[in-house]
C-alpha cells in the first residue's frame, strides 16, 4: 500500500502498476486496490491523450479517437479533452453513438462460441459508389454476472469466485469488436456465410476499428463479451464518414433486430392449444414460418431460440392435422398426428383430450362392428336352421365380443353415441352375462405381472361356477382402463397414469386355468392346466371355448406383461341361453382365497453356498449321515406359534392362559424361483437344547438340531409347495430336546448349487408370527 501510495505520488506508472499487480497477490483490501486502480487508469489516459495530441499537425484518426474514449471514461476534463474535440469533429468525421447493452437474450460470448450470432448487430452500408474508410470504438461501461462463475482463463474476473448478479471491475472484462460482410447490400442480418472483415483482441482496453468499406455489400458491427453469461452496457461510436462541402453522410448506420430476438416475441402468442388455431396463433405461425426460413437462409438453423421456434411450429402443425383427422372421423390418421405430436412434446393436457377423442371415435367403430357381427352371425342361424334347432351357442363369440366394447364404451358413456349403446344392450338382452370389475393392486399384492414370472398366482383370479351336468359354451372377454396410477385405486378411471404421457392401455393377456390337484387354500393352485389363454397386446382379449361342470371350476387370471403394473380391468363371461330341456347355470366373482401370512423375496446367494440338505436316495437315518456342508447358509424363517403381532415379539407362553396359547397350526409353504431347471425342497426344522448357542437365533449345526418335516423329493419345477404340521410340543418330550419356547425353522434350498432370486409364501389357519433371518444380524446376536 505504501509503494502504491509513493508511486501515486510520485506518478511513476511502471511503479505504480507494479505494487497493484503485487497487492492483488498478497491479497490487499479491495477498495484500496480499486482506488489505485483507478489513479493509474486516470494517469495512462492523460499519458495517451497527450501523446496522441503532440503529432499534431500530422495525426492518426484512430490513435486519437481511442485515447479521446479513455480519457472521457475516466473523467479527464480541461484543455487536452477541448482540443481532442475540436479536432475530431473537423468536417469529414460526424459521430454517431449507440448506449446499449449485453442483454441476457443477447449475451452470445466469444467468437468461439455457437451463440455468438446472438450477439448484438449493427448493419453498416455505404451509400455512395466509393469506397470509403469507416472507424468505430467501443468502451464498456458497467458488467455483470447473469450466473456465478469461478475463475477462469484471462476473460474472468481476478476473485476466485463471483456470485450472480455481482458488479465485475471493468478492468478485467474482456471484450471484442468484429466486423463482417454479406453479399449482396440488401442483407439484414449477418449469417454463418458473412465473411470476416476485421477484429480486435478479447482484453479489457478500449476498441477502435477502421476498415474500408466497399459498394454493394454489408457490413455487421458485432460488439461481444469474452465470457458467455456475463451481461454489460457499453458504448459503441461510429465515425461516420461525409462529404466535407455539404455534410451529406456517406454511410447509413442502423441496429439490426435479429431473427431470434422476433421469433422468441412471437413463442407467447403460439401456445398449443386443443381445438382449431384461433386468428393470432394463425397469423404468428404464419410469420413464424417466414422468419425461419430466413433463419435457414442466414445458416441459424441450429440456434438454440431458432430450434424453440422450430419446435412449436411443428407442434401447431401437429395439432392442425390432428383438429382435421378429428373432424373427418379417421381415427388411424388421428393416431398417427397423435404420435407425431408426443414427438414434438406438444403438452401432455392437449394430447389426452386428442386421446379422448380417438377412443371415442375407436370405440364407436368397433362396437359397431360388433353389432354387424352379431346380427349377421344371428342372421345366419336363422337361415341354415328352419326346424327351429337352437343355434345360440354359435353366435356366443360375437356375443362375448359385443359385451367387451360395450364395457368400453361404458366407461365413457358421457361421450360415446347413445343410439349404438342402447342397441348392444338390447342384443345383448337374452344372453346371460356375469360381469366382474377388479384391479391390479400393489397394496394387495395383486400386480404380479406375465406367467413367466415366479409369483403369476398373485394377480386376481376370477372363478367361473357351473351349476348343473350340461357343458357350457361362453365368450370370455377381457377389458382393462388404466395403466399404473399414483392415484387411490378405488374406481375405475380412464387416463389414470402418472406418467407424462398415457396409454391408451398397456400390454395385458388372459389366461383360462383349472387345478390338477386340490388346492385347499382357494384359486389356482401350484399345479394347474392351462384351459385357454390369449396374446399380450394392448387391446381387449377375447376367449370362446366350451366349460365343462365336470371338469371345473375354471379360473380366468388376467395378468399385466410386467410386474407393478396397476390398473382396473373388467372380465365379461357370456353364455349362450341352455337348449330346450337342459338346465344349467353360471356364476363368476372373484376368488376369494385364504390370505398369505407373509410373502417375500430374498436370494440363493452363489454357486458355492446352500445346496441340498441330502442327495436324494440318502438315508437320513443312517448314523453316517451328513447335512450338506453349506445347506444351513440357505435362507432360514423362523416360525412361532404364540406371536404379539402389535409388538411384534414372541409371547411369553407361561405367562399366557391354557385357552390363549396356539398349540398347534397348519402351515402352507409355496417357494418359486426364475432360476432355470431348479430342483426344489423344503425342510421344517426346530432346535434342541444347547448350552453353547442361542437356540432362537437360527437353526444350529446338525448335532443341536432336529429335522421335523420336509418335501419328500427335491422336484425339478419353478414352483413347489408342501403342507406342515406345526405342533407346540415337537421334540419337548425328548432328552435334550426342544423346550415350548422354542421357534420353528423353515429352509427353501436347491438340489444343485446356483444363484438367484427365491419367492417364499406362507399360508397358516392361525395367526403364527414368521420373521426371516439375517444372517449378519443373527451372528451379531450369537456373539453377543
Not at 358421457?414 to 366382474?436: D, M, R, S, T, W
Not at 395367526?767 to 444372517?775: C, W
Request: proline fraction near 5%.
Amino acid at each position: 500500500e505504501a509503494s502504491m501510495r509513493d508511486a501515486t505520488a510520485s506518478r511513476d506508472l511502471g511503479v505504480l502498476e507494479y505494487a497493484i499487480s503485487s497487492g492483488r497477490q498478497v491479497q490487499v483490501a479491495s477498495k484500496i486496490l480499486a482506488k489505485y486502480s483507478a489513479k493509474l487508469r486516470f494517469f495512462q489516459a492523460e499519458d495517451g491523450l497527450k501523446g496522441a495530441l503532440s503529432a499534431l499537425p500530422e495525426f492518426d484518426f484512430d490513435t486519437l479517437l481511442a485515447a479521446y474514449n479513455e480519457g472521457k471514461s475516466v473523467g479527464l476534463e480541461g484543455d487536452l479533452i477541448s482540443e481532442a474535440e475540436q479536432l475530431l469533429n473537423m468536417p469529414g468525421k460526424l459521430q454517431r453513438s449507440f448506449l446499449d447493452e449485453f442483454s441476457p437474450e443477447e449475451a452470445g460470448g466469444s467468437r468461439e462460441e455457437a451463440s455468438w450470432y446472438d450477439n448484438p448487430q449493427y448493419r453498416v452500408i455505404l451509400v455512395g459508389e466509393r469506397p470509403e474508410k469507416l472507424t468505430i470504438s467501443m468502451s464498456i461501461k458497467e458488467a455483470t454476472l447473469l450466473a456465478a462463475t469461478k475463475k477462469g482463463k484471462g476473460s474472468r474476473p481476478p476473485s476466485a469466485h463471483v456470485a450472480a448478479g455481482e458488479v465485475v471491475p471493468l478492468e478485467t472484462v474482456a471484450f471484442a469488436l468484429h466486423v463482417v460482410s454479406m453479399e449482396p447490400q440488401e442483407a439484414k442480418q449477418g449469417g454463418l456465410e458473412a465473411l470476416s472483415v476485421c477484429e480486435t483482441e478479447y482484453d479489457p482496453s478500449p476498441k477502435v476499428l477502421s476498415f474500408d468499406m466497399k459498394p454493394n455489400q454489408a457490413y455487421f458491427i458485432v460488439p461481444s463479451l469474452a465470457l458467455k453469461g456475463m451481461l454489460g452496457k457499453y458504448e459503441l461510436v461510429v465515425h461516420q464518414p461525409c462529404q466535407r462541402a455539404t455534410g451529406d453522410l456517406l454511410c447509413a448506420v442502423s441496429k439490426v433486430d435479429l431473427v431470434q430476438t422476433q421469433l422468441m416475441a412471437l413463442l407467447p402468442r403460439m401456445r398449443p392449444a386443443y381445438g382449431e388455431l384461433s386468428r393470432e396463433v394463425t397469423q404468428s405461425r404464419q410469420a413464424c414460418v417466414a422468419l425461419l426460413k430466413f433463419a435457414t437462409d442466414l445458416g441459424l438453423q441450429d440456434n438454440e431460440r431458432v430450434h424453440l421456434a422450430q419446435t412449436r411450429t411443428l407442434q401447431l402443425d401437429a395439432l392442425v392435422r390432428a383438429e382435421a383427422a378429428k373432424a373427418a372421423l379417421q381415427p388411424d390418421k388421428l393416431r398417427k398426428c397423435l404420435s407425431i405430436s408426443r414427438q414434438c412434446c406438444v403438452p401432455p393436457a392437449v394430447v389426452q383430450k386428442y386421446e379422448a377423442d380417438l377412443i371415442k371415435m375407436t370405440y364407436e367403430k368397433e362396437l359397431g362392428a360388433a353389432i354387424a357381427a352379431v346380427e349377421m352371425a344371428a342372421s345366419a342361424a336363422v337361415g341354415e336352421n328352419g326346424d327351429g334347432i337352437n343355434l345360440a351357442p354359435v353366435t356366443a363369440h360375437a356375443h362375448g365380443k359385443l359385451r367387451a366394447w360395450l364395457n368400453m364404451c361404458l366407461a365413457i358413456d358421457e361421450l360415446v353415441n347413445e343410439e349404438i349403446v342402447v342397441k348392444a344392450g338390447q342384443l345383448l338382452a337374452p344372453y346371460a352375462h356375469q360381469e366382474v370389475a377388479h384391479k391390479f393392486a400393489l397394496r394387495d399384492d395383486s400386480a404380479a405381472g406375465r406367467m413367466d414370472l415366479c409369483q403369476w398366482r398373485s394377480n386376481p383370479q376370477i372363478v367361473v361356477a357351473l351349476e348343473g351336468e350340461a357343458p357350457t359354451v361362453a365368450a370370455i372377454s377381457l377389458v382393462r382402463y388404466a395403466k399404473e396410477s399414483s392415484k387411490d385405486l378405488d374406481e375405475p378411471e380412464l387416463f389414470q397414469g402418472g406418467s407424462e404421457y398415457d396409454k391408451e392401455f398397456d400390454m395385458f393377456a388372459m389366461h383360462v386355468v383349472r387345478n390338477v390337484n386340490e388346492w385347499p387354500l382357494g384359486g389356482v393352485g401350484v399345479e394347474y392346466e392351462v384351459v385357454a389363454s390369449t396374446d399380450f397386446s394392448p387391446e381387449p382379449k377375447f376367449l370362446e371355448l366350451m366349460l365343462d361342470p365336470a371338469e371345473g371350476p375354471y379360473y380366468v387370471v388376467p395378468s399385466a406383461y410386467n410386474e407393478a403394473e396397476e390398473g382396473w380391468f373388467t372380465v365379461s363371461v357370456v353364455s349362450a341361453p341352455p337348449m330346450e330341456g337342459v338346465t344349467s347355470a353360471l356364476d363368476a366373482d372373484v376368488v376369494r382365497a385364504m390370505r398369505a401370512r407373509c410373502r417375500t423375496v430374498t436370494t440363493f446367494k452363489s454357486k458355492t453356498s446352500g445346496g441340498a440338505y441330502a442327495k436324494n436316495g440318502a438315508s437320513i437315518k443312517d448314523k453316517k449321515f451328513k447335512v450338506g456342508k453349506t445347506w444351513m447358509e440357505n435362507p432360514q424363517f423362523r416360525v412361532y406359534l404364540n406371536w404379539d403381532h402389535e409388538k411384534d415379539v414372541p409371547l411369553d407362553i407361561a405367562s399366557l392362559a391354557d385357552d390363549q396359547i396356539v398349540t398347534e397350526a397348519t402351515l402352507t409353504v409355496v417357494v418359486a424361483t426364475p432360476i432355470v431347471d431348479a430342483a426344489l425342497g423344503v425342510h421344517l426344522m426346530r432346535n434342541k437344547q444347547c448350552q453353547h448357542y442361542d437356540e432362537s437365533v437360527q437353526l444350529l449345526p446338525q448335532r443341536y438340531h432336529t429335522m421335523v418335516d420336509r418335501t419328500p423329493m427335491y422336484v425339478k419345477t419353478p414352483e413347489i409347495y408342501t403342507n406342515f404340521v406345526l405342533n407346540l410340543n415337537e421334540n419337548v418330550e425328548e432328552k435334550g430336546g426342544a423346550l415350548e419356547s422354542f421357534p420353528f425353522f423353515v429352509l427353501p434350498s436347491l438340489y444343485e448349487k446356483a444363484e438367484g432370486k427365491v419367492y417364499v409364501t406362507f399360508y397358516s389357519d392361525k395367526n403364527i408370527g414368521i420373521e426371516m433371518i439375517d444372517p449378519e444380524v443373527a451372528k451379531a446376536e450369537e456373539e453377543a
